[in-house]
């Protein structure tokens, strides 16, 4: 059973710095992607960014440039470091993994992350 879990959300001021991860109960090294969405009060669910396994990692056009990122196969753990953070990034945020010849995808139960102006 592939459990999921964030940690690293929380309250931050604009410009400032949050480094969120993502464990795995299981190991990522036969992950198809993994990434992270957010989710803003009464906003749909949405894509931040993604990196696939032996592919090119992709972002949102609206945080290109301030967030990376990345995972470590050894930790089974994947990261999104978050810079030059703006109001406009509040949201709760969840990982998202897919395993190869396994159809469904495997969701964390989500962290706050609230950026004040």
């Known amino acids: 059973q592939v459990q999921l879990v964030e940690s690293g959300g929380g309250l931050v001021q604009a410009g400032g710095s949050l480094r969120l991860s993502c464990s795995s109960s299981v190991s990522i090294k036969s992950t198809n992607v993994m990434g992270w969405y957010r989710q803003a009060p009464g906003k749909q669910r949405e894509l931040v960014a993604a990196?696939?396994?032996?592919?090119?990692?992709n972002y949102a056009d609206s945080v290109k440039g301030r967030f990376t990122i990345s995972k470590d196969n050894a930790k089974n753990t994947m990261y999104l470091q978050m810079n030059s953070l703006k109001p406009e990034d509040t949201a709760v945020y969840y990982c998202?993994?897919?395993?190869?010849?396994?159809?469904?995808?495997?969701w964390g139960q989500g962290t706050q992350v609230t950026v004040s102006s």
């Open positions: 990196i696939p396994t032996g592919g090119i990692t």
């Open positions: 998202r993994v897919t395993y190869y010849g396994i159809p469904d995808a495997y």
